[in-house]
């Protein structure tokens, strides 16, 4: 019987960890990374460490950051007033390159999802309401800037429940997401319309 060398394996099985690879693709990759210079390689390895040891999560907004405060809540011209809340870093991404929007974020890291076991204690929801009820936080509007599904909703009917006794003025996003899309996958165009004409949440 053939065997491939451990290290192919190895790799592979590394690969076969990523989300949306599957077992022959992973070993798909290890073969073509095998045929790769050293150097190549080496830089590939250090990439991935970089990942681990250079980057943390902004002590303020939960984004992924480089310093433990990140460039946006560092940034002086951002309108401090206006929060945006997102499940992910990918969707500030999204937010960001739409250019629509100059406040500041907050990452809860995912939606609520009860069956999957998200709740709200995993979601980075206590850290959004001591944030809002501290003295300097000058917070005055908040954008839930949610996946229009159900875990979009449920995470936003939360919030909005959570939320009602600091008497904010909370929107979320308008409907220009078509219903069940995803906002990582949305582009600048629809992403800024939804954000212009987002729906003020009180009835
Ligand atoms: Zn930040």
């Known amino acids: 019987m053939f065997l491939n060398p451990k290290p192919i394996y190895d790799a592979a099985a590394e690969f076969d960890n990523l989300p949306g690879i599957g077992p022959r693709a992973a070993l798909r990759f290890a073969y073509w990374l095998v045929t790769q210079p050293k150097e190549k390689i080496r830089r590939f390895a250090q990439a991935l460490l970089a990942l681990s040891e250079g980057v943390t999560r902004c002590s303020v907004c939960g984004a992924w950051s480089e310093t433990p405060i990140c460039s946006i809540c560092s ?103 078509p219903n069940g899309a995803q906002l990582e996958y949305a582009d600048g165009a629809t992403v800024a319309s939804a954000l212009a004409n987002r729906k003020n949440t009180v009835n």
Do not use: W
């Open 75 to 177: 940034d002086t011209k951002r309108d401090k007033s206006v929060l945006c809340v997102v499940a992910t870093n990918q969707d500030l991404r999204v937010i960001e390159e739409s250019a629509a929007y100059k406040g500041i974020y907050h990452v809860l890291g995912g939606l609520l999802d009860p069956i999957e076991g998200v709740t709200p204690e995993t979601l980075a929801i206590s850290q959004l309401t001591k944030r809002l009820m501290s003295s300097e936080s000058g917070i005055s509007e908040i954008i839930l800037a949610f996946d229009p599904d159900v875990r979009g909703d449920t995470t936003a009917l939360f919030l909005i429940k959570k939320l009602e006794p600091l008497e904010l003025n909370v929107s979320r996003l308008a409907r220009g997401l």
